[in-house]
């Protein structure tokens, strides 16, 4: 049953700006996937984590590759990215950075660049059902697969940005932080900001990545995933806070994926704390809605009842958020005046 607090956290109006794709996929659309593929012998608890449940980060990356066998044609690529999107604008979520790693075609049967069409094929069907949503797309790259193919990503997201009529913005880095160095990828990533790209990189998801967030800062990303361990207080350090600060790159935080990732001990010690209290711009995040099971609004109430947020504090996080997105300038005044049309029905 949904409550008149529900209710409030359902119809603010959000941005959401850290969504994996594949790791986006409800309950529903999974049921609907498995019975599709019953050879893969693939169970609904196999592809999300309950309430109350806790995995390891390893555990967390196996149901990836579990997911990611269910997800593997283009009909089922432009589906799920159909129904993330409807899934998102249904909670209240007024513009969307999606984000997603094309696979290689031994996975997928598709090209890279297939994969990546078809993703903006299903943002430009949405649009065209007058979905109450604006999406955009940053293309992934997955730090597992090594400085060759982060080279091939950064040059395929490049070609996007310059014919998707303004849908691909930027690229993400993401995959296993215990795998590989960011120093093997500077280059690309360099190369993607050198030709506009906007970046949005996970930065110290686990301890002992400091030399790595040191390197990667000095770019630096226009956003940053997480960032769990940059403060001195669970290991980071203060020249690292300092450098966040000084270049005010707002951080992407996501409270139900790290506390059930466990990279947090509970919500209460979520560096959300740390860093609002500082000023420090911050923005509320699924990560992966459907692996961790939450939505948007729930972690806006998460964070609210957590650290004690007024339902002003609130709007002016979910408001705040629209200047750390990738959106053009236009787009953001218009986010900025549609906010400003639908707060009287928030607060009524
Ligand atoms: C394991 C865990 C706690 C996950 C949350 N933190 C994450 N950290 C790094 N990369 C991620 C995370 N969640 C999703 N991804 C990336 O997103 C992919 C799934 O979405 P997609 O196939 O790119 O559309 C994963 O294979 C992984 O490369
Ligand atoms: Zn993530």
């Known amino acids: 049953m949904e409550t008149p607090a529900d209710l409030f956290y359902r119809q603010l109006p959000k941005v959401e700006l850290h969504a994996h794709l594949n790791g986006s996929v409800s309950v529903a659309t999974m049921e609907n996937l498995i019975s599709r593929k019953p050879h893969l012998n693939i169970q609904q608890s196999m592809t999300a984590i309950h309430k109350g449940q806790r995995r390891t980060l390893d555990e967390c990356f196996q149901v990836f590759k579990v997911i990611h066998q269910l997800i593997d044609t283009e009909e089922d690529i432009l589906m799920v990215a159909k129904a993330v999107i409807g899934e998102f604008a249904a909670d209240g979520v007024k513009y969307l950075e999606l984000r997603s790693t094309p696979r290689d075609e031994a996975h997928t049967g598709l090209t890279k660049r297939k994969y990546v069409e078809t993703v903006i094929e299903a943002i430009r069907q949405c649009k065209q059902e007058d979905l109450d949503i604006e999406v955009r797309f940053l293309v992934a790259i997955d730090r597992r697969n090594g400085?060759?193919?982060?080279?091939?990503?950064?040059?395929?997201?490049?070609?996007?940005?310059?014919?998707?009529?303004?849908?691909?913005?930027?690229?993400?880095?993401?995959?296993?932080?215990?795998?590989?160095?960011?120093?093997?990828?500077?280059?690309?990533?360099?190369?993607?900001?050198?030709?506009?790209?906007?970046?949005?990189?996970?930065?110290?998801?686990?301890?002992?990545?400091?030399?790595?967030?040191?390197?990667?800062?000095?770019?630096?990303?226009?956003?940053?995933?997480?960032?769990?361990?940059?403060?001195?207080?669970?290991?980071?350090?203060?020249?690292?806070?300092?450098k966040v600060r000084e270049r005010n790159v707002p951080l992407e935080l996501c409270l139900t994926s790290n506390v059930k990732g466990q990279t947090v001990a509970s919500y209460d010690k979520h560096h959300f704390g740390y860093w609002y209290q500082l000023g420090h711009p911050c923005v509320l995040c699924t990560d992966d809605k459907g692996v961790f099971s939450t939505e948007l609004s729930q972690e806006y109430q998460l964070a609210a009842s957590t650290f004690g947020l007024s339902q002003e504090a609130v709007w002016a996080l979910s408001q705040q958020a629209i200047g750390c997105s990738f959106a053009p300038d236009h787009l953001k005044e218009q986010l900025h005046q549609r906010w400003a049309s639908l707060r009287p029905h928030i607060f009524q």
């Open 147 to 242: 400085p060759e193919v982060a080279m091939e990503t950064v040059k395929l997201a490049e070609d996007f940005m310059l014919s998707s009529d303004g849908v691909v913005v930027g690229l993400d880095l993401s995959g296993d932080p215990t795998v590989g160095h960011g120093r093997d990828l500077l280059p690309a990533l360099q190369k993607a900001k050198n030709c506009g790209l906007k970046l949005a990189l996970h930065l110290s998801e686990v301890p002992s990545q400091k030399e790595e967030s040191e390197l990667l800062l000095t770019l630096p990303p226009d956003r940053i995933g997480h960032g769990t361990f940059l403060h001195p207080e669970v290991g980071g350090s203060k020249s690292l806070v300092d």
